[in-house]
């Protein structure tokens, strides 16, 4: 499909940034690995081609994606209740600290909770978004064409200025040590940050304008218990975008949604897409690497909880929205910190980074060959990262 109104932007992610700039664009990656084979040349084109399918089929296999259907099932049921009266509460929600709150099903991973009694208005809301998104929770590569539309039109709709906004920022963040690419940051068209990542006091470091926040719906959960859903660290007019965690937050981005028209929700198609990308980088790594059989990688790597990071989503959002992308603050020494904002040291184990450190470099150098994404018919934009490994 052919790409309609793909924004002149060039990208850059910093650390929890993306950026892009709109005459010229920039990114950058960061891969690694391939499978070794031995013998002669036919057969080792033939043990290729196996290894190949194996992992193709294995990386469609979501056990993560299945509970999230559970959980969206379950929450469209007739558990929620479409209007809720003293007394008759239904069994599977329970009053609690002024709240009602949902019992969760044993594998249901966090409870639900509503402000009594104004918000219940916001259930036939929430229903109505998360039945739309559950029914679009597909494979369909194509969505990365459909990216500018999904993206940006709703936001222009709102928000012309989308294109040259700022925000004065809102926190204080660490600034990567020995870099500083703040004005370079700053003279893309768009920025994109990540994760509410501060930046007072390391402007010089990180820059000081963001054009786009990008948050797991884990932030917008903890937005949402704040007065007025408050969740804009860079300003008030800057838009959100959050990918889904889990089901249930959809309370969430319903009670938000409502003071926040600028708040959207990533195409699950597109959810979709990235974690098969990033679930075959690291089955691959994970076969190079152990010499193991590919089925015991879901022991090691915890395939329930095993997810790709907001980072690695937020560059190929910005691959999807820019016709150049730069990115910075990807990949690290072993002394530095895991995120420059904060002073967590340890990388998180549901994320296998070495695997999308892989699809970066990919994306950098030979793009067609990245599985999933090829089947998209979409053309990769320049990417630069700024990093030495890239």
């Known amino acids: 499909m052919k790409r309609s109104i793909r924004v002149p932007f060039s990208a850059l992610l910093l ?31 033939e043990d290729a081609d196996v290894i190949s399918a194996a992992l193709l089929q294995l990386s469609a296999a979501d056990p993560g994606e299945a509970t999230l259907r559970k959980d969206a099932e379950f929450l469209l049921g007739g558990d929620i209740p479409q209007a809720v009266r003293p007394g008759r509460i239904d069994g599977t929600w329970r009053l609690e600290f002024g709240h009602l709150e949902a019992r969760p099903r044993p594998d249901m991973r966090a409870p639900i909770r509503l402000l009594l009694p104004k918000d219940y208005g916001i259930i036939p809301v929430f229903r109505r978004a998360l039945r739309d998104w559950y029914s679009r929770l597909l494979f369909e590569p194509e969505v990365m064409s459909e990216l500018p539309d999904l993206v940006k039109l709703p936001i222009d709709s709102h928000h012309a200025r989308l294109r040259s906004s ?12 020995g870099s500083a690419h703040g004005e370079l940051i700053d003279s893309h068209d768009l920025v994109i940050r990540l994760n509410n990542a501060r930046i007072t006091g390391f402007r010089r470091h990180v820059g000081s304008r963001t054009s786009l926040s990008f948050i797991n719906s884990n932030i917008l959960h903890q937005c949402a218990r704040r007065e007025g859903c408050f969740c804009h660290p860079y300003g008030a007019d800057v838009p959100i975008v959050a990918y889904t965690c889990q089901a249930a937050h959809f309370l969430d981005y319903a009670l938000c949604n409502a003071s926040d028209p600028l708040l959207l929700v990533t195409d699950p198609r597109f959810d979709v897409l990235c974690a098969r990308i990033v679930k075959y980088y690291s089955l691959k790594d994970f076969a190079e690497t152990t010499g193991r059989p590919l089925d015991q990688w879901g022991t090691a790597h915890d395939e329930q909880m095993f997810h790709y990071s907001s980072g690695f989503q937020a560059v190929m959002l910005a691959v999807g929205l820019c016709e150049e992308v730069s990115v910075f603050g990807f990949g690290k020494s072993t002394s530095a910190k895991h995120h420059y904002h904060t002073n967590q040291r340890a990388e998180l184990d549901l994320h296998d980074y070495e695997a999308e450190y892989a699809v970066y470099r990919d994306l950098v150098r030979r793009p067609h060959a990245i599985p999933f994404l090829n089947e998209s018919g979409f053309p990769v934009p320049r990417l630069v990262f700024y990093h030495p490994d890239y």
């Open 166 to 177: 700022g925000s004065d920022g809102g926190g204080e963040p660490l600034g990567p040590p």
């Open 15 to 45: 650390l929890m940034v993306a950026m892009c700039a709109l005459l010229s664009f920039r990114v950058a990656v960061v891969v690694r690995g391939v499978i070794g084979g031995g013998g002669d040349a036919a057969g080792a084109a």
